[in-house]
């Protein structure tokens, strides 16, 4: 990549690829994404201004930017490389990632799209001339990463954790309490209020800590599409009278936080938002968010629109908060980094979808 010129890369987390975003920072300057949209327009800038941009992203978000991809950078013939952790395709734990990683290839090809796959060490050898190519013409260019390059590595990315916490006195909004909990722990605080309820779970370690934790039939695993739960949440909320209890992460929150505005404007009396922070992408490798450094998770609610917000770290805390009745309520937990090792979660969608209907229809 340095080779080839990139001299801003734009990323945004994978588990296959946390060891190079972590030694990607000793050679570029690097910009951490909340969605593939922005990086889009973040790289047509840097484009405008003379910079060789590249993105580091996910193949299953290759989906949510193409938009911005054909009618930005591609249509006004701004030069950008993508690098893809191709998944789906090599010893795939995670079945959710199988669809896009097999049609990745032919999807770029109908797009127009110039594509380079890398299996081996030697492919390497081909990246900083298509580089080259791709910036001296204005192009945009995909290198599939597959995850048989990092095979034997020792190089591991660390969890970085919550760098700090944003000043509580520069929001005018209640003391941030010091995270007491981790993300398992916060989830089995809070599962008295979750049984027997409806519950929509965040992707990855998350919802596989909910089923060690309190495995019933009203949760709904999501095992692809991060960014996505507190939608869903809203509209079973708005659909349904049962109460719906969606466990967010912060990461996901930032990824689509339009979606609390939507909320709050249609106010389901029904909704409650358990944002548990712990300031990193968890499943991914701990990258650290935002919150951990300048953004503040219950003042995002409020600012969306939400009248009915608290903030907990301690257990007995947590299950308070989610006694009251206001809703839709938003409940801000801080929360340590770091993932419990927990197992796969045997259900398919189909089983997953299938008995929470059920659930729904009883």
Same mark, same amino acid.
């Given at each position: ?14 588990? #296959? ?6 030694? *990607?920072?000793?050679?570029?300057? #690097?910009?951490? /994404? ?7 327009? +973040? ?39 993508? =690098? ?24 770029? @090809? ?14 390497? %050898? ?16 995909? =290198? ?7 095979? %034997? ?28 909990? @981790? ?36 949760? =709904?695993? &999501?095992?692809? *599409? &991060?960014?996505?739960?507190?939608? +869903? ?18 990461? *996901? +929150? ?28 968890? *499943? ?30 301690? !257990? ?5 908060? /989610? ?7 938003? /409940?801000?937990?801080? !929360? ?12 398919? !969608?189909?089983? +997953?979808?299938?008995?929470? &209907?059920?659930? /729904?229809?009883?």
């Amino acid at each position: 990549m340095r080779a080839g010129g990139v001299d801003l890369l734009c990323t945004l987390p994978c588990d #296959r690829i946390k060891g190079l975003l972590t030694l *990607s920072d000793s050679y570029f300057r #690097r910009v951490p /994404l909340t969605r593939e949209e922005e990086g889009m327009g +973040i790289a047509a800038g840097a484009a405008l201004a003379g910079k060789r941009p590249a993105l580091m992203i996910q193949s299953s978000g290759v989906g949510n930017m193409i938009n911005a991809l054909m009618s930005l950078n591609f249509y006004y013939g701004l030069p950008l490389a993508v =690098f893809v952790s191709w998944r789906g395709v090599y010893k795939e734990g995670i079945a959710a990632q199988v669809p896009m990683g097999r049609a990745l290839p032919g999807l770029l @090809d109908a797009l127009g799209l110039d594509s380079t796959e890398l299996h081996t060490a030697e492919d390497m %050898g081909k990246v900083a001339g298509e580089l080259n190519r791709a910036y001296a013409e204005g192009s945009i260019h995909f =290198f599939l990463m597959s995850p048989v390059l990092w095979e %034997g590595s020792e190089v591991m990315g660390e969890s970085s954790g919550r760098a700090c916490k944003v000043s509580a006195g520069a929001f005018d909004i209640a003391d941030i309490p010091a995270p007491a909990l @981790d993300r398992y722990a916060v989830i089995e605080a809070a599962a008295p209020a979750l049984r027997g309820e409806a519950v929509v779970c965040n992707l990855g370690v998350p919802a596989k800590e909910l089923y060690e934790i309190i495995e019933q039939p009203s949760n =709904f695993y &999501m095992l692809g *599409s &991060m960014g996505m739960a507190t939608a +869903i949440g809203l509209g079973l909320a708005i659909s349904t009278a049962k109460k719906i209890y969606v466990i967010e992460g912060d990461g *996901s +929150i930032l990824m689509n936080p339009g979606t609390l505005a939507t909320a709050a404007m249609l106010d389901p009396g029904n909704l409650f938002v358990i944002a548990v922070d712990n300031a990193s992408y968890g *499943s991914t490798g701990g990258q650290p968010t935002l919150t951990g450094s300048c953004v503040e998770l219950e003042l995002l609610a409020r600012g969306m629109g939400f009248r009915h917000t608290g903030k907990a770290a301690a !257990a007995e805390e947590i299950l308070d908060a /989610l006694k009251k009745p206001e809703s839709p309520f938003f /409940l801000h937990v801080p !929360a340590r980094a770091g993932d419990r090792k927990v197992s796969q979660i045997p259900l398919d !969608a189909e089983q +997953i979808r299938d008995r929470f &209907m059920k659930f /729904l229809a009883s």
